[in-house]
């Protein structure tokens, strides 16, 4: 059994030197931009939550039942008083 | 155009069940007031038949027959039964035959009348764990209770109300019903993610009920129930002991908990009332490894903070930043 090779060469664009220059360019300042707006974007939620990560508790086993692993999320952003949604309902013990 | 401000809706108040209740509805003013009139008038039906202060209450009735079969109404017959579900359900924690045990802490009148009364001796015949296991029913909505057993159906029927006032206000538009402190909505209001409510902070110990009250977080609330149970308001003293109305059904006496306030969102309003009543008798510790294990959406209060479970986070709109320097979650 015989294989035929077939082998293609692709001519080599020319003229499109300024245009690849300037799509990376462009690429690489929106790179930076975005960088620079999450970068802004974490700083301000800094500012109103605590710092916290997710992280992982252990719920030990009890009788049969096994243990349990719960990815925990951080704590909900805060919000400044001003901007803070009213209640218009409460929950508390029965009064 | 910004959505109307939830609070713009219209709201009736009224007082039922020993509590302070409202109801708020999304429908103009005119066409809101004869549902809202009919909702004061269910919880008002609901306690005339289920409170434990009226001796001419059905309720008592089935009480004073205790050791008999008795033919109860379709409401009796459903409350009991969602009461006795939660027993079930939170492992015994939660126990609707503990009346005479409450009444013997001193509770055996409105709490606005608990005053300097001696304790009573409480009747118990049964061991406290097996008593609503022993509670029997049979075809033609009949109960009974075991010999001495009394049923205290008080949390569970105001949540229970509050579920049905939901369901049947659902078809004039989204609504909120406040059963004093319980909060079951239906909709969320139009351009909202649920009806904004809060958890208050405990009650401070000498604070009147006018001092102005503070939230811990602010959640939202929709197609589900928010209830809260605590040792923070209905507390009273004997013998120099200060007591409360959250009876552990371990041991049949007020449980010596240390936490202050438990408050539990769940699509059902009896569950969330029976796993934040049972997260007092446990206490802190056990309750956190209870509601992680069983998924409760919840927060529990005590001296040092809050603890709020990941199942309730994605519904927190805010939490006050005081709140954050304590131990926050578990």
Same mark, same amino acid.
């Given at each position: ?33 975005? !960088? ?19 992280? @992982? ?39 | ?86 027993? #079930? ?7 609707? !035959? ?152 371990? !041991? ?20 969330? #009332? ?34 709020? !479970? ?12 005081? @709140?954050?320097?304590?131990? @926050?979650?578990?």
């Amino acid at each position: 059994m015989t294989s035929a090779k077939r082998t293609t060469s692709r001519p080599k664009p020319k003229g499109t030197g300024g245009l690849t220059q300037l799509l990376l360019l462009g690429s690489m300042l929106a790179t930076l931009a975005g !960088t620079y707006m999450l970068a802004r974007q974490d700083q301000g939620a800094r500012a109103a939550t605590t710092a916290q990560t997710t992280h @992982t508790l252990y719920v030990p086993a009890v009788g049969s039942v096994g243990g349990v692993n719960l990815a925990l999320q951080p704590v909900p952003t805060l919000v400044p008083a001003s901007q803070r949604v009213r209640p218009v309902a409460r929950t508390r013990s029965s009064r | 155009m910004s959505p109307a401000d939830p609070a713009s809706w219209p709201e009736l108040h009224f007082r039922a069940m020993g509590c302070a209740m409202s109801v708020r509805l999304v429908a103009r003013i005119e066409a809101a007031q004869a549902p809202l009139r009919a909702i004061a008038t269910l919880f008002a039906a609901v306690e005339k038949r289920l409170s434990r202060f009226d001796p001419a209450s059905e309720l008592s009735t089935l009480n004073r027959r205790s050791g008999e079969w008795v033919v109860v109404s379709p409401l009796l017959w459903s409350v009991a039964d969602a009461a006795l579900a939660a027993n #079930e359900q939170t492992d015994g924690l939660f126990d609707p !035959t503990l009346l005479a045990e409450l009444e013997a802490a001193g509770y055996d009148r409105s709490f606005d009348q608990v005053a300097a009364t001696q304790p009573l001796a409480a009747e118990t015949r049964l061991p406290l764990d097996t008593r609503a296991r022993n509670v029997e029913r049979r075809s033609g909505r009949e109960l009974r209770l075991p010999p001495g057993v009394r049923l205290d159906l008080g949390g569970i029927a105001k949540g229970y109300t509050a579920a049905k006032a939901v369901d049947a206000l659902r078809h004039w538009g989204p609504c909120l019903v406040d059963a004093g402190g319980d909060l079951v909505a239906g909709d969320a209001p139009p351009g909202w993610p649920g009806w904004p409510v809060g958890v208050a902070a405990p009650a401070d110990a000498g604070a009147s009920q006018e001092t102005a009250e503070r939230d811990l977080l602010l959640l939202w609330l929709a197609n589900a129930s928010v209830a809260t149970s605590g040792v923070d308001y209905r507390h009273w003293a004997r013998g120099g002991c200060r007591l409360h109305h959250i009876i552990d059904p371990r !041991t049949g006496q007020p449980a010596q908990t240390d936490l202050r306030t438990a408050t539990v969102l769940d699509p059902s309003a009896v569950r969330a #009332e029976a796993w934040a009543t049972a997260a007092l008798a446990l206490g802190a510790a056990a309750a956190e490894q209870a509601w992680l294990r069983k998924r409760i959406a919840g927060v529990l209060v005590d001296d040092a903070g809050l603890r709020v !479970t990941p199942a309730l986070q994605p519904l927190i709109a805010w939490q006050a930043p005081e @709140t954050l320097a304590q131990p @926050t979650r578990l």
